[in-house]
């Protein structure tokens, strides 16, 4: 997990994986540097690549579909640029057994861990902008997210569950939905959060446990959805994602 021991094996698989020979080896190793092992780290490099991410992706959705309001647009930009789907990537392109980790979080597992590696992706790009500018650095993320764009789903499928939900209950003028965290445990780099969603309206009551609070809310979110009425759901919206049965509150 360490590139600065084997330099020319590092920029030889960035060049396979983003298409991109370095001219100045320093960022890239900097790049793959993750805080925990020295000073010289990623952190202005994924801030800087985050930027240069989601402008390539956004041209790139722009070409691609253009009949499609800003609104669709942004909905799929944000599913090919989200933490997940980064992290995703990366394990695809092996990224993780090319990060130079400090000895806590190399035990810890880091070089698995989701927001790690969607952050060490996204300094690469950062790094590659700095060395070669924004034409390669944008010829990277059409290199690693091509696929991916080309099996995106339809915008409106990709509306978030909260989101669905509140369309639903908004076109009809009922109450909106209540969220609230009702707990959290384990230590702070592996939390679990719980949630509910009520729909006064309905009677409705949902519980969602998942990573993050947001998280926790959209699982709760969509397992309401499921038990709306299905003139009031409306066609299409019923979440194939959600994980257990949804409960209804007792009478």
């Keep these: 997990m360490n590139p600065q ?18 001219v100045r080896p320093a960022l890239c190793r900097a790049a793959l540097t993750h805080r925990s092992a020295g000073s010289d780290h ?18 790139m959705l722009f070409d691609a579909h253009p009949d499609a309001d800003e609104g669709a647009l942004s909905r799929l930009r944000a599913t090919l640029v989200s933490g997940e789907a980064l992290a995703e990537i990366a394990l695809e392109l092996g990224l993780g057994e090319h990060l130079h980790l400090g000895a806590g979080e190399l035990k810890s597992g880091g070089f698995r861990r989701a927001s790690i590696l969607a952050d060490t992706l996204e300094a690469i790009l950062g790094a590659i902008f700095l060395d070669s500018g924004f034409d390669a650095a944008a010829a990277g993320v059409r290199r690693i997210m091509g696929a991916r764009m080309s099996a995106l789903p339809a915008a409106e499928v990709l509306k978030d569950s909260k989101t ?5 209950l908004q076109a009809r003028g009922l109450a909106l939905p209540v969220y609230a965290l009702t707990g959290a445990t384990g230590e702070s780099h592996a939390q679990s959060f719980t949630a509910t969603c009520e729909v006064p309206a309905f009677d409705i009551a949902t519980v969602g446990e998942a990573g993050s609070r947001r998280r926790a809310e959209q ?10 009425p299905r003139e009031v759901r409306g066609a299409g919206d019923r979440n194939p994602g959600a994980a257990s049965s949804p409960e209804r509150k007792p009478s």
């Design 219 to 228: 699982v709760a979110a969509a397992k309401a959805l499921d038990l709306l």
């Design 164 to 168: 669905r939900l509140q369309e639903a």
């Design 42 to 59: 990623n952190e202005r490099l994924e801030f800087l690549g985050d930027s240069v991410l989601n402008c390539s992706v956004a041209s």
């Design 5 to 22: 021991g084997r330099p020319d094996e590092i920029l030889k698989w960035v060049e396979g994986a983003f298409g991109h020979a370095f």
